[in-house]
T-cell receptor, first 114, second 114 residues
Framework: NAGVTQTPKFQVLKTGQSMTLQCAQD?????MYWYRQDPGMGLRLIYY???????DKGEVPNGYNVSRLNKREFSLRLESAAPSQTSVYFC?????????????FGDGTRLSIL | AQKITQTQPGMFVQEKEAVTLDCTYD???????LFWYKQPSSGEMIFLIY??????QNATEGRYSLNFQKARKSANLVISASQLGDSAMYFC???????????FGTGTQLKVEL
């Protein structure tokens, strides 16, 4: 009954370091998403993958790259971390085209960049 | 572009009382979906309730109901018989017609008091 699993849960990086956040879902969902949550700003979409083999930019894609490795896995990469990328990152998944189905979220990754 | 506005940064309610959390939205789309999520202090995002733009009846899920007023572009969450465990951050979100993107509001922090 795992749902959406994110790793790691916490990470501290130095400015300029690179890092990949991992996300896997076991619900056979087509669509996957990466959000960031900053205080007072709600969740903002970074990138999404509507289906295996496709990725698209969201509201705040700068400084990030993504890879839809297969139907289950969707990773987020910070190539050169900056303090402005300190945030809580959430991965989510849902059925594509099912407008009444909610997105299911992982527990989040707390990322601090010094 | 879609926009969600939650004007109540914080709310207090007495245990066993009902509380309404406000959400207004702006969109030029005819087809859209509205969601409410709960985020307790532990950080996970929990789906509460969904309302489709063409749904004629207000959605209900247990103690949660959604007061949907399409002409006023509002989708307020009503929690009946508040419990201490309802203390959390609550987010309103809207899905675009393509079903691929959620736009979140900034959230309302609810505190239930004895």
């Amino acid at each position: 009954n795992a749902g959406v699993t994110q790793t790691p849960k916490f990470q501290v990086l130095k400015t300029g370091q690179s890092m990949t956040l991992q996300c896997a879902q076991d619900m056979n969902h087509n669509s996957m998403y990466w959000y960031r949550q900053d205080p007072g700003m709600g969740l903002r979409l970074i990138y999404y993958s509507a289906s295996e083999g496709t990725t698209d930019k969201g509201e705040v894609p700068n400084g990030y790259n993504v890879s839809r490795l297969n139907k289950r896995e969707f990773s987020l990469r910070l190539e050169s971390a900056a303090p402005s990328q300190t945030s809580v990152y959430f991965c989510a998944s849902t059925e594509q085209g099912s407008s009444n189905q909610p997105q299911h979220f992982g527990d989040g990754t707390r990322l601090s960049i010094l | 572009a879609q926009k969600i506005t939650q004007t109540q940064p914080g709310m207090f309610v007495q245990e066993k009382e009902a509380v309404t959390l406000d959400c207004t939205y702006d969109t030029s789309d005819q087809s859209y979906g509205l969601f409410w999520y709960k985020q307790p202090s532990s950080g996970e995002m929990i789906f509460l309730i969904y309302q489709g733009s063409y749904d004629e009846q207000n959605a209900t899920e247990g103690r949660y109901s959604l007061n949907f007023q399409k002409a006023r572009k509002s989708a307020n969450l009503v929690i009946s018989a508040s419990q201490l465990g309802d203390s959390a951050m609550y987010f309103c979100a809207m899905r675009d017609p393509g079903g691929n993107k959620l736009t979140f509001g900034t959230g309302t922090q609810l505190k239930v008091e004895l």
